[in-house]
């Protein structure tokens, strides 16, 4: 089974990107499928002695493996349309400086502020940078500079920071092989829930879940392993 992850674009909804994190990898590898082929999408230090790392957000029409006991085992992708709704409406709400350390809840670390933000589309002449394996287009790239004393010394030069994962509110739209599925009552019941609230479940790429405030479970999107980052 294929979910296509989406949001909902009206500003006072709750679904979108929230954060961003920086995680590590081998906490996501022990919970989580982990993405060979992707390695080279982890973060990056681009430039050390200007402390800027470099990696991408998410990873367009890449399939991420996913495992719950709502709906066992299954996959989650994001397309190119909704990752620029999303990169839309995360700068729209101003989250650029949204950052926290391997997904603590309602806590953002100081000292780490965005400095680039772009979406790869190679008719617009933006593409992946030189240091990462070509992403496709519609793949979402950060760079963030690390004032922070404590996390570029203690997590970024020691390599225990591996990665970007983001963590928001996403709907969930069945789709598999181009054909119609049929779900079962709680999948019914979880798409209902979208329908009304605009969003299905809360969603970050940490192992651990926890629930939000509508009782609605938190799932890992599991991008450590991909979003991680270079440094300049």
């Known amino acids: 089974m294929t979910y ?9 909804a709750q679904s979108g990107v929230d954060y ?6 081998p906490a996501i590898k ?12 982890a973060f990056k230090v681009s430039a050390p002695e200007r402390r800027i790392i470099t990696g991408a957000a998410m ?19 994001f397309r190119k349309p909704v990752i620029e709704k999303i990169v839309k ?6 989250k650029f400086n949204n950052v926290n350390m ?13 400095i680039e933000s772009f979406i790869v589309d190679s008719s617009r002449g933006i593409t992946t940078p030189k240091i990462f394996d070509k992403a496709p287009d519609g793949s979402w790239f950060l760079s963030y500079y690390i004032e922070n004393d404590v996390v570029w010394n203690e997590f970024i030069k020691t390599g225990i920071f591996k ?3 983001v963590e928001g509110m996403f709907g969930f739209e069945i789709k598999a092989q181009a054909e119609v599925v049929e779900v079962d009552a709680d999948e019914k019941h979880l798409q209902t829930i979208f ?6 479940d809360s969603y970050t790429d940490y192992p651990q879940g926890a629930s939000n405030k509508q009782g609605l479970k938190r799932i890992p999107y599991v991008l450590g392993s991909v979003g991680g980052g270079k440094t300049k």
């Not at 996913?66 to 709906?71: E, G, M, P, S, T």
Request: aromatic letters at 12%; hydrophobic letters at 40%; charged letters at 30%.
């Open 195 to 200: 329908d009304i609230l605009n969003f299905a």
């Open 30 to 41: 022990e919970n989580w499928m982990t993405f060979e082929a992707q390695k080279s999408f």
């Open 4 to 12: 296509e992850l989406d949001i909902n674009e009206d500003e006072a």
């Open 89 to 94: 409406k995360w700068a729209k709400l101003n």
């Open 59 to 77: 990873i367009a029409d890449m399939p991420i493996y996913r495992k719950d006991d709502v709906r066992g085992e299954y996959n989650v992708v």
């Open 102 to 114: 391997m997904h603590e809840e309602d806590t953002q670390t100081e000292g780490i502020y965005c």
């Open 20 to 25: 961003v994190a920086l995680v590590d990898d």
């Open 163 to 165: 990665g970007f994962s």
